[in-house]
């Protein structure tokens, strides 16, 4: 099993390397995360590792919080999330612990999981990259609407109601996204900043979560071992 921080996005820059070459990447602000709760799979049922983000005032959180972080040996802190492990890496978490942009120092690619910008409500032209009607003589001016949508309901189109997952307008965005096996161009740990190169989910100065990747490629996957052996 991997490990995971949490992480702030500051925005996107360009970053050069020796040979000259441009590439456009994300600066995510990653960690510092303290562990915040181990849990283990006698008092829990499972093994993970809960931990904890952006450290506030206390007035801005509660007094179950307060006191949760309080018992880790924590600051008050905004956000909590956990992260699964394996039960014989255990050992390796402690209330208490501060996990840095440092645990991916020897990453090649890194998972980001984010919410996504809200559009708000959009017709399907936008949602769902529809066609449109023509533009052309003789058409009604309504071009972007969606068309007939009886020929979907059930049984062919003569039962009573639509089949579900009929595609139509309705609200875009502001839902859970995870963007898999994005290359980490360089990592500063002096600054806390993680380079990653990739569509990176969420606005600036939103939530994101980087964990280890789970699904690679044969090629990325190679050189994700590479890496990580040094």
């Avoid at 120092?105 to 910008?117: F, I, M, P, Q, R």
């Avoid at 980087?210 to 052996?229: D, E, F, N, V």
């Amino acid at each position: 099993m991997g490990v995971m921080l949490l992480g702030e996005k500051i925005g996107m820059t360009r970053f050069f390397t020796e040979d000259e070459t441009n590439i456009p990447v994300t600066v995510v602000r990653a960690g510092p995360c303290y562990v915040t709760q181990v849990r283990t799979p006698d008092r829990d049922g499972y093994a993970a590792v809960q931990i904890g983000f952006d450290e506030i005032k206390p007035r801005r959180s509660t007094r179950p919080m307060i006191g949760h972080d309080f018992k880790a040996g924590a600051p008050p802190l905004r956000h909590h999330r956990e992260f699964r492990v394996d039960e014989a890496d255990l050992d390796q978490y402690e209330p208490g612990q501060v996990l840095t942009v440092e645990v991916f120092e020897n990453h090649a690619y890194v998972d980001v999981a984010g919410v996504s910008k809200g559009k708000g409500f959009q017709g399907v032209m936008k949602r769902h990259n529809f066609a449109g009607l023509e533009a052309s003589h003789g058409v009604e001016r309504k071009h972007r609407s969606a068309g007939s949508i009886g020929g979907g309901g059930a049984n062919l189109g003569t039962g009573p109601k639509l089949m579900k997952g009929r595609r139509m307008a309705g609200h875009m965005g502001a839902e859970r996204v995870t963007v898999r096996s994005l290359d980490v161009i360089k990592i500063i740990p002096e600054q806390g900043l993680m380079l990653i190169k990739g569509p990176v989910p969420g606005p600036n100065r939103g939530l994101v979560e980087i964990r280890t990747p789970t699904r690679l490629y044969k090629s990325k996957g190679r050189k994700q071992a590479a890496a990580l052996k040094g």
